[in-house]
């Protein structure tokens, strides 16, 4: 059974102050990891797919990278609307889409 | 990409009746979920709609409760039946485009049940 566990649950940060959300999975065959955002309220907003370890893909402040066990998101000088809940899947080769319980961020001003 | 709507937005609805949740989406996929988020929870995939067929539904989820309509290739509906308070949860409809394999999300439509 395929497992995602994302950490930290919750983190503060200070705008400006830069830091790393993390995903670990285990899966059978993957296909593709994907990074959403999800404000409250909302539906989950695609960031980036990665499909194999080594990948990296950026977007604005954010940058998200693969290995074989992992994946990291990066946030780099974070501003207050950055805050959200960020969640993390995996695609494996059933075509199933696993989700981790997510981190919810925090940015202060 | 996909752009997905949902009808309606927000409900609040009474113990023991029914809701029935509309997604759209503005290209035809051949892949269309349903999930459900209850209160400070991740994802929890409800089924698989599936285009001239029936649903595939996960484990804990059954058609009876959960009845699901795919008439064509750009539209769903999920109906919420006999409710009760724990079934106030996000309702989610999400499609898979081909290539990328990218899944996105609609909207959601919050259920409060009292």
């Known amino acids: 059974e395929d497992q995602v566990t994302q950490s930290p649950e919750a983190l503060r940060l200070q705008e400006g102050e830069s830091s790393s959300l993390n995903c670990s999975y285990t899966v059978s065959g993957l296909r593709g990891l994907f990074w959403y955002r999800q404000d409250p309220g909302k539906g989950p907003e695609f960031l980036f797919t990665?499909?194999?370890a080594g990948e990296e893909k950026e977007k604005e402040r954010l940058k998200a990278t693969l290995t074989k066990k992992e994946s990291f998101l990066h946030i780099t000088a974070p501003k207050p609307e950055d805050s959200a809940t960020y969640l993390c899947?995996?695609?494996?080769?059933?075509?199933?889409?696993?989700f981790g319980g997510g981190t919810r961020l925090m940015v202060k001003p | 990409s996909a752009v997905i709507s949902q009808k309606p937005s927000r409900d609040i609805c009474q113990r023991g009746t029914s809701l029935t949740i509309q997604c759209q989406v503005d290209s035809q996929v051949t892949m269309m979920f349903w999930y459900r988020q209850q209160p400070g929870q991740s994802l929890t995939l409800i089924a698989t709609?599936?285009?001239?067929?029936?649903?595939?539904?996960e484990s804990g989820f059954v058609i009876d409760k959960f009845p699901i309509s795919r008439p064509n290739l750009t539209f769903s509906t999920l109906t919420v039946s006999n409710m009760s308070p724990e079934d106030s949860s996000i309702y989610l409809c999400s499609v898979r485009t081909g290539g990328t394999d990218t899944q996105y999300f609609g909207p959601g439509t919050r259920l409060t049940v009292l």
């Open positions: 899947a995996v695609h494996n080769a059933g075509n199933m889409l696993t």
């Open positions: 709609a599936n285009q001239g067929s029936e649903a595939t539904y």
């Open positions: 990665l499909y194999s």
